[in-house]
């Protein structure tokens, strides 16, 4: 209840101006602030009277009445597994930390997916989540909404997925709370759905509404009004926003004067499982008494986040715009910079104790950053890095850049040995600046000029001259990217490097990092003798769905056999990560998250412990 209740106290410090009245605490409430609110809102609704419906028979029907129903939404066999999922997360959640359950208590758990927790790496992974999310948010769907809202603009925002369960022991009783009491949840048309996934009746607490039809404008305004005094007056009570909202939530919202004057009286909506009831929550409903023994089961579809409020609009672009002009002047200030004398002879201090160099003419905005922020090396995958470096006895940084990975690493045992790849000319001049400018720190640091690759000889290189970090010897990965530039390069693999150098990989533990954009795949795969004769081996490699074209590749083949074979894997993504199961549901991962990339580990139980500390913080 207190996560709720905080909830609710920064929804009414952000949204004060659309915030229903029972969480909205303002003086003005006794001027007939509410009762405005409600009919500007009333006649903007009705200035879009020509709005063409795409659904004209459910539309019609709840413009007339507020609510619908469809029966037998899903196809059956789809509804039995989205049953089985939405049981499976409800169990979970209950069993484990609870990240995604927003309201939980002796009867009731209520369990939250939206698109954040979707697109962190645990998401990515679950795939019961990920079946539900598919069937749910459904163009046809948001159509209805959008008919309801006369407004076409819902299919840029997300609505929020809700799993609820409410179970009542035979021994035990219900709960009466706000949601069994009669209550509206907005002063403007609110959109929200509700797929059963039991059979809803008057025993198991089925939803009852009442018609919009039923009470009259003078009514509806009047009772906003009161409503709006109450909710200021308990606040004045109490001058705490916390204790005002937890003290409402136990209190009837309507009195009994008012269920009179608005003529509320239950409207059960007993239907079958696999039914979708469509509401407009600006009409009065509420949660029937579950009787004891029963079960009430259900996913709601909340679009109140959709709403458009023109004010809050115009402050969030308005911030916008803010920070736009703050990155522009930061950029500008360092471009002011180096044409001060800067330009051949930047540097970042970082926290190894090594100096970067960067020896780019051009204005490249991944260092600038690096100079901006004084280093930019907090990620999850640069901590694992560091720390598997000093347990390992070779290191191979494939697409090194400016070789932060390595030098941020610094210092590392004298019997370890580092191997920069690099095949950008400035860039690689720049790690060896950095080189010979931090010994003997980096005595143990080497770096070559090749591209590592499965082949032999020599290709093309893409360098993006606007952005280091994004060149690549895939013309299709740079060719959406401004100042291309192009040349030849020697490709050489890490197999046939390590015998043309005799660097002895043989029962030794290796780290490699590759990120060669988009041309991961084909270094990892030309480093099969390498990690056949190593004992032991932890790997962090980019991928994105775009390298997974044909499941049959070799590359991908290969790529499988080394995952069942590693005793731990893991992904990461913005700063987040999850254990991988399986080859299948990373490939799952990998296409929910395009076109943007994860970085994927593998590695031997010898590495448990540098993973562990890592995750683990």
């Known amino acids: 209840m207190n996560s709720f209740l905080a909830k609710v106290r920064r929804y009414s410090n952000a949204h004060w101006l659309d915030a229903p009245p029972h969480i909205r605490f303002c003086p003005l409430n006794f001027l007939g602030y509410q009762p405005l609110r409600y009919i500007f809102e009333h006649l903007k609704y009705s200035l879009r009277y020509r709005w063409k419906t795409a659904n004209p028979s459910i539309s019609s029907k709840v413009q007339k009445d507020g609510i619908a129903t469809i029966n037998s939404f899903l196809p059956c066999s789809v509804f039995s597994e989205l049953q089985m999922s939405a049981l499976s997360i409800i169990e979970r959640e209950k069993s484990r930390d609870g990240q995604l359950v927003s309201f939980s208590d002796d009867i009731a758990t209520r369990v939250v997916l939206d698109s954040p927790y979707l697109q962190s790496c645990r998401g990515l992974t679950d795939l019961d989540a990920w079946f539900i999310w598919d069937n749910i948010k459904r163009d046809d769907l948001i159509s209805f909404a959008e008919d309801i809202y006369r407004s076409n603009y819902l299919g840029s925002r997300q609505f929020k997925v809700e799993l609820e369960m409410i179970s009542v022991q035979p021994d035990g009783s219900d709960h009466f709370d706000h949601n069994t009491m009669w209550h509206v949840d907005r002063h403007f048309n609110c959109v929200k759905m509700f797929l059963f996934l039991n059979d809803h009746s008057k025993v198991n607490g089925t939803y009852e509404y009442t018609p919009l039809p039923n009470y009259s404008l003078l009514s509806r305004i009047w009772y906003e009004y009161c409503l709006s005094c109450r909710t200021y007056l308990r606040y004045l009570r109490f001058f705490n926003v916390q204790k005002s909202v937890s003290y409402a939530l136990r209190k009837p919202r309507v009195?009994?004067?008012?269920?009179?004057?608005?003529?509320?009286?239950?409207?059960?909506?007993?239907?079958?499982?696999?039914?979708?009831?469509?509401?407009?929550?600006?009409?009065?409903?509420?949660?029937?008494?579950?009787?004891?023994?029963?079960?009430?089961?259900?996913?709601?579809?909340?679009?109140?986040?959709?709403?458009?409020?023109?004010?809050?609009?115009?402050?969030?672009?308005?911030?916008?715009?803010?920070?736009?002009?703050?990155?522009?002047?930061?950029?500008?200030?360092?471009?002011?910079?180096?044409?001060?004398?800067?330009?051949?002879?930047?540097?970042?201090?970082?926290?190894?104790?090594?100096?970067?160099?960067?020896?780019?003419?051009?204005?490249?905005?991944?260092?600038?950053?690096?100079?901006?922020?004084?280093?930019?090396?907090?990620?999850?995958?640069?901590?694992?890095?560091?720390?598997?470096?000093?347990?390992?006895?070779?290191?191979?940084?494939?697409?090194?850049?400016?070789?932060?990975?390595?030098?941020?690493?610094?210092?590392?045992?004298?019997?370890?040995?580092?191997?920069?790849?690099?095949?950008?000319?400035?860039?690689?001049?720049?790690?060896?600046?950095?080189?010979?400018?931090?010994?003997?720190?980096?005595?143990?640091?080497?770096?070559?000029?090749?591209?590592?690759?499965?082949?032999?000889?020599?290709?093309?290189?893409?360098?993006?001259?606007?952005?280091?970090?994004?060149?690549?010897l895939e013309s299709k990965f740079i060719n959406a990217h401004s100042g291309q530039i192009a040349y030849d390069v020697q490709t050489l693999t890490l197999d046939q490097w390590h015998v043309n150098y005799g660097i002895d990989v043989r029962n030794k533990a290796i780290t490699i990092k590759i990120d060669v954009e988009g041309h991961d795949l084909s270094a990892l795969f030309g480093a099969r003798q390498i990690l056949e004769k190593c004992s032991h081996y932890l790997i962090i490699i980019e991928l994105d769905y775009k390298q997974f074209e044909s499941s049959r590749h070799p590359k991908v083949e290969f790529l499988k056999e080394l995952f069942i074979q590693s005793d731990l894997k893991y992904i990461i993504s913005s700063d987040s990560f999850s254990a991988i199961p399986s080859f299948d549901v990373l490939l799952h991962a990998l296409c929910k998250r395009s076109p943007r990339h994860l970085d994927l580990v593998l590695a031997s139980k010898f590495f448990a412990t540098p993973i562990h500390k890592c995750f683990n913080q």
């Open 255 to 472: 009195t009994d004067h008012e269920i009179g004057l608005l003529n509320i009286y239950p409207n059960p909506i007993e239907e079958p499982s696999n039914t979708l009831v469509i509401s407009n929550n600006i009409s009065f409903h509420r949660r029937g008494i579950i009787q004891p023994g029963n079960t009430r089961f259900q996913i709601n579809l909340d679009f109140y986040n959709c709403h458009r409020n023109i004010f809050m609009t115009f402050v969030k672009y308005s911030f916008s715009f803010l920070d736009f002009l703050r990155r522009q002047y930061k950029n500008t200030t360092l471009q002011a910079c180096l044409s001060l004398g800067m330009k051949n002879n930047q540097s970042v201090q970082l926290a190894s104790g090594c100096r970067m160099f960067s020896l780019i003419n051009e204005y490249d905005s991944r260092f600038n950053s690096m100079v901006l922020s004084g280093n930019d090396f907090a990620g999850v995958e640069f901590k694992l890095f560091s720390e598997a470096a000093k347990q390992s006895s070779l290191i191979f940084d494939i697409g090194a850049n400016f070789g932060s990975f390595t030098f941020g690493s610094l210092p590392l045992p004298p019997s370890v040995e580092a191997f920069c790849f690099e095949p950008n000319v400035k860039l690689n001049k720049s790690i060896r600046k950095t080189i010979s400018t931090n010994k003997p720190l980096t005595q143990n640091v080497s770096v070559y000029d090749y591209a590592v690759s499965d082949f032999c000889g020599s290709t093309t290189f893409y360098v993006n001259s606007n952005w280091s970090g994004s060149s690549s």
